[in-house]
């Protein structure tokens, strides 16, 4: 059962995964962050000057019994933070949703805007920091402030969870400590970051994988095989079909 409601709670604070969401929509806690997504969502680029921009923190996006974790970087100023949902709007979910559907586990190819039909089967889709970052690049104290939200959310999902997919280092290296912090035991020293590497966290599969930026898709650095071949290991892990 959820928690009661507290207006006025800390990200630290126990909830259910609905008012999580809503809570790290509301957060201010980085000026350069609060700075930055609001002055974008002010100005705009020229290919979206008829859209109101989100502006504001983006939560994560999949069912609350989601049995594998996608966790990324942060949403991409005019992605995320235009539209509001995770990888949405941009040429990196172009790819990761594309991948999920070609391997069974999302309801469409595309995700383009927060009301555009899109289901994940079994997925969710995060990033430990919620604000589009400048040159998306957060800062490590940023990533430390929004740590306790990603740490909320791998406590509420525990009981499904079983897989986890890490996209990028950035990723990997702020994960670690947030698993560590919600319960689970993770090696010493600190697993590092590769293509491919699977790290066990008590029953739970952690795998890292190339992130879905264009640097790296356009370059073949990931290719769609190589994204579907991470992601069908992990479904299966995680016990989906």
């Given at each position: 059962?959820?928690?009661?409601?507290?207006?006025?709670?800390?990200?630290?604070?126990?909830?259910?995964?609905?008012?999580?969401?809503?809570?790290?929509?509301?957060?201010?806690?980085?000026?350069?962050?609060?700075?930055?997504?609001?002055?974008?969502?002010?100005?705009?680029?020229?290919?979206?000057?008829?859209?109101?921009?989100?502006?504001?923190?983006?939560?994560?996006?999949?069912?609350?019994?989601?049995?594998?974790?996608?966790?990324?970087?942060?949403?991409?100023?005019?992605?995320?933070?235009?539209?509001?949902?995770?990888?949405?709007?941009?040429?990196?979910?172009?790819?990761?949703?594309?991948?999920?559907?070609?391997?069974?586990?999302?309801?469409?190819?595309?995700?383009?805007?927060?009301?555009?039909?899109?289901?994940?089967?079994?997925?969710?889709?995060?990033?430990?920091?919620?604000?589009?970052?400048?040159?998306?690049?957060?800062?490590?104290?940023?990533?430390?402030?929004?740590?306790?939200?990603?740490?909320?959310?791998?406590?509420?999902?525990?009981?499904?969870?079983?897989?986890?997919?890490?996209?990028?280092?950035?990723?990997?290296?702020?994960?670690l400590p947030a698993f560590a912090e919600a319960g689970w035991a993770v090696p010493r020293p600190r697993p590092a970051f590769a293509h491919g590497a699977r790290v066990s966290l008590d029953g739970l599969a952690?795998?890292?994988?190339?992130?879905?930026?264009?640097?790296?898709?356009?370059?073949?650095?990931?290719?769609p095989e190589m994204l579907r071949d991470v992601l069908r290991t992990a479904a299966e892990r995680a016990g989906l079909p």
């Amino acid at each position: 059962m959820d928690a009661p409601r507290d207006p006025d709670a800390g990200p630290g604070c126990a909830v259910g995964l609905a008012e999580l969401d809503l809570r790290v929509e509301g957060c201010r806690a980085c000026p350069r962050l609060v700075a930055w997504r609001e002055e974008v969502a002010r100005t705009k680029r020229a290919a979206f000057a008829d859209w109101t921009y989100w502006g504001r923190p983006v939560p994560g996006f999949g069912p609350s019994d989601a049995r594998l974790l996608i966790i990324g970087l942060a949403p991409a100023a005019h992605g995320g933070n235009r539209t509001g949902r995770m990888f949405t709007g941009d040429r990196s979910g172009d790819v990761l949703y594309q991948a999920l559907y070609d391997v069974g586990l999302a309801s469409q190819p595309t995700s383009v805007a927060a009301d555009d039909g899109l289901e994940l089967y079994g997925v969710r889709v995060t990033a430990p920091v919620h604000c589009a970052p400048p040159d998306n690049k957060p800062t490590p104290g940023e990533r430390d402030t929004c740590r306790p939200w990603l740490v909320q959310e791998l406590r509420l999902l525990r009981p499904t969870l079983r897989a986890v997919v890490v996209l990028g280092a950035f990723g990997w290296q702020a994960a670690l400590p947030a698993f560590a912090e919600a319960g689970w035991a993770v090696p010493r020293p600190r697993p590092a970051f590769a293509h491919g590497a699977r790290v066990s966290l008590d029953g739970l599969a952690l795998f890292g994988c190339f992130h879905v930026s264009q640097r790296n898709t356009f370059t073949g650095r990931l290719t769609p095989e190589m994204l579907r071949d991470v992601l069908r290991t992990a479904a299966e892990r995680a016990g989906l079909p």
